[in-house]
């Protein structure tokens, strides 16, 4: 990078502090470096106490060789991060929250070049990080014991450190070096933020695709309309299945199923007892039993019921329990033994179903779902704190923090 005058000027300002004795740094409250349109301090929405964010100020960090400094555009608000708002449940507190998140690299060490899937990199480029480390592509899950502070390859969900640009509720993140980073210039703000969640459902439809059930001509029922349920009747529509029942009890919730490619529904406020219900999805498919079922909400009772959907043969990949929501009660006998049901569980994503997210997301758009449209709210990052109680409220689907 060339120096140009207001670089210069600003080092011999340090220079001149130096020599006086002072030797401080320019004030953080100083502003923006002139060169690079860097500004000297970083705002990060922590978690101070239960329900409680503050946005702090820290001073802008060191870029190190293998680091990347990211302007934060926007970041989605999880069910996890509603969880630790709520409980903190991994005793983190204080933490920067926010691993759902999309920025445009603004500073670069020397030798970042590629990014995890070796993509070229370059100032500017629009970015994402991922929970699973890349030295490990198999593995599904961060571990929460590893401790990887100060090299951090997780953002969003680890104890702070001394630099604190930790999580994507922030103005500004520093991927450290070694970290998953992937180069997504090619998809827009709303894609970008709605990749992790979508992430689940692509494992989710590979783990289905494992039991050799799923096909094109499928009769397919998802149950649950919340974002985890809608962006799986996305998935499927955009991979060409167009033989699907959305189950909910929410009518709007229903309706925007449809424009996400579901092809009937059915409310179960609608019918008395799970008889009637299942007579109601036989209904949709012609009188036939589904031949496989995506289980999408948290409900014990939602799991016991699902296999009254399914066909003899049939398949089934239970997906709403990505916390401990209880036990559920089935018939063995009748449910899964008799009926010879393939059931699978799906829990979070590898760094493979990652990078075919990015894919999924164009052709969702080439196709002309409505994806963006889950993004119900949007806030920015000073109310953080009004952003999590409206994702607690589940009034909404998918909340964003929004950057200016
Ligand atoms: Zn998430």
């Avoid at 990211?70 to 069910?79: F, L, P, Q, S």
């Avoid at 500017?124 to 890349?134: A, E, N, Q, R, S």
């Avoid at 033994?337 to 997210?357: F, N, P, Q």
């Amino acid at each position: 990078m060339a120096v140009n005058e207001q670089d210069v000027e600003l080092i011999v300002k340090q220079i001149l502090n130096q020599i006086s004795g002072s030797g401080a740094a320019p004030a953080p409250s100083a502003g923006k470096t002139a060169s690079s349109g860097i500004p000297s301090t970083a705002h990060v929405a922590m978690l101070t106490e239960l329900e409680k964010f503050e946005v702090k100020e820290y001073p802008m960090p060191e870029v190190g060789d293998d680091d990347i400094l990211v302007k934060v555009e926007g970041c989605g608000v999880c069910g996890t991060d509603a969880h630790e708002f709520k409980r903190d449940p991994f005793g983190l507190i204080p933490v920067a929250l926010g691993h759902e998140g999309t920025g445009e690299i603004v500073k670069m060490g020397k030798n970042v070049k590629k990014d995890s899937a070796g993509k070229d990199l370059h100032i500017g480029d629009k970015v994402v990080t991922c929970m699973i480390f890349k030295d490990d592509p198999d593995i599904t899950m961060y571990d929460l014991n590893k401790q990887n502070i100060g090299g951090a390859d997780v953002y969003g969900l680890l104890p702070d450190d001394e630099i604190h640009l930790n999580g994507w509720f922030s103005d500004y993140i520093l991927v450290r070096g070694g970290s998953t980073v992937f180069n997504v210039s090619d998809l827009d703000l709303d894609s970008r933020i709605l990749i992790e969640p979508c992430a689940v459902l692509v494992h989710a439809v590979e783990r289905a695709k494992t039991t050799g059930i799923l096909r094109f001509n499928s009769r397919v029922v998802v149950q649950g309309c919340g974002p985890i349920g809608l962006i799986c009747i996305a998935v499927l529509r955009t991979m060409g299945i167009e033989n699907i029942t959305a189950v909910d009890g929410n009518q709007a919730r229903l309706d925007f199923a449809m424009r996400l490619g579901a092809s009937h529904t059915v409310s179960f406020k609608d019918f008395q007892g799970i008889e009637a219900l299942s007579g109601a999805v036989a209904a949709s498919f012609d009188g036939h039993m589904a031949d496989f079922a995506f289980q999408c909400t948290g409900n014990p009772m939602a799991h016991a019921n699902i296999y009254k959907f399914i066909r003899n043969g049939g398949g089934l990949c239970e997906l709403g329990f990505f916390i401990n929501g209880g036990d559920a009660t089935i018939n063995p006998h009748f449910d899964l033994c008799s009926k010879e049901i393939t059931l699978v569980g799906s829990w979070v994503y590898t760094l493979r179903d990652y990078a075919t997210t990015f894919d999924f997301l164009k052709r969702a758009k080439g196709i002309g779902l409505p994806l963006s449209e889950l993004i119900t709210h949007r806030y920015p990052l000073e109310q953080i704190n009004e952003a999590l109680k409206t994702n607690l409220a589940m009034t909404g689907l998918k909340i964003a923090i929004v950057n200016k």
